[in-house]
T-cell receptor, first 114, second 113 residues
Framework: AQSVTQLDSQVPVFEEAPVELRCNYS??????LFWYVQYPNQGLQLLLK??????LVKGINGFEAEFNKSQTSFHLRKPSVHISDTAEYFC????????????FGAGTRLAVHP | DAGVTQSPTHLIKTRGQQVTLRCSPK?????VSWYQQALGQGPQFIFQ???????QRGNFPDRFSGHQFPNYSSELNVNALLLGDSALYLC????????????FGPGTRLTVT
């Protein structure tokens, strides 16, 4: 079975500071990896995904994530955050074949302060 | 191009009642999945529909059922509502041969009193 652990439930940060949101996963088979963002009272928007190839993945809104197979991690980073980045961020995995469901972590609340 | 749409936006029901939620997938998408997101938690997979059949199911009781129509739109039905069914219900759509590109709708907020 697969599982996703987001190591921080809340991350407060000042505007223009860098941020890292941590995600670890557990799986005995190969998986795709995703980060989604959820703004208040909205659905989920895909930030970025790792399918294969380069372990550094760039997404929308200046976010990037690095896949580390040995540490089974997929941490999300942004060098300089903006107030508008305040949202809930979800890490998710999906196995390559068979079950196609997304398995989500519990989420990390990013709060950007002026 | 309209994305995934869901209706209604909000819904209040009483324990024991039944509810139907609706989803229209993104244009061209043929596969629809439903997720339940309880307050403060990540979404949990309920089930997935493709070619009008339930293809995958998560750990949800039979009170949760669904349907997919020939135009790929879908419904989620929940019978005998419990207080614990209060959640945001998210619909996601994708093309059947692209499992890594899933688009989510804005969700339906269900409150059971």
């Amino acid at each position: 079975a697969q599982s996703v652990t987001q190591l921080d439930s809340q991350v407060p940060v000042f505007e223009e500071a860098p941020v890292e949101l941590r995600c670890n996963y557990s799986s005995s088979v190969s998986v795709y990896l995703f980060w989604y963002v959820q703004y208040p009272n909205q659905g989920l928007q895909l930030l970025l995904k790792y399918l294969s190839g380069s372990t550094l993945v760039k997404g929308i809104n200046g976010f990037e994530a690095e896949f580390n197979k040995s540490q089974t991690s997929f941490h999300l980073r942004k060098p300089s955050v903006h107030i508008s980045d305040t949202a809930e961020y979800f890490c998710a995995v999906k196995v390559f074949s068979g079950y196609n469901k997304l398995i989500f972590g519990a989420g990390t609340r990013l709060a950007v302060h002026p | 191009d309209a994305g995934v749409t869901q209706s209604p936006t909000h819904l209040i029901k009483t324990r024991g009642q039944q509810v139907t939620l609706r989803c229209s997938p993104k244009s061209g998408h043929d596969t629809v999945s439903w997720y339940q997101q309880a307050l403060g938690q990540g979404p949990q997979f309920i089930f997935q529909y493709y070619e009008e059949e339930e293809r995958q199911r998560g750990n949800f009781p039979d009170r949760f059922s669904g349907h997919q129509f020939p135009n790929y739109s879908s419904e989620l039905n929940v019978n005998a509502l419990l207080l614990g069914d209060s959640a945001l219900y998210l619909c996601a759509s994708r093309l059947g041969d692209r499992p890594y590109e899933q688009y989510f709708g804005p969700g339906t907020r269900l409150t059971v009193t």
